[in-house]
């Protein structure tokens, strides 16, 4: 199966493992840990994560480290910032209509 980092971040918890392997490598006991999922279900998140290129495993001795690989989330990145305009305009958008009633309001006081 081919997987890509849209599938990656798809998913809650694979979210919240990006968003700790962000801050410092880590086991994968030590991400398990941090979930009330149990250790399988981790280990599954993890090996879709890798498959997506989205962190790294490298074992040292007894242990494998999870690393953050943040350029392969560019593509997510970009695609969602494409949206950012659109959202702020339509935002601006709202929040011009709400002035406009706020002051029909008044008016009518």
Known sequence: MR???????ADPVRRDIIDLLAKETMTINS???KFDVSRPAISKHIKIL???DIIAIEQQGRQRFCMIQPKKLIPAFLWIDQYKQ???D??????NYLHQLQSKNKTHE
């Open 86 to 88: 659109l959202w702020e």
């Open 50 to 52: 890798k498959e997506c």
């Open 31 to 33: 991400i398990a840990e």
């Open 3 to 9: 997987r890509d980092v849209f599938q990656a971040i």
């Open 90 to 95: 339509k935002l601006d958008n709202f929040e």
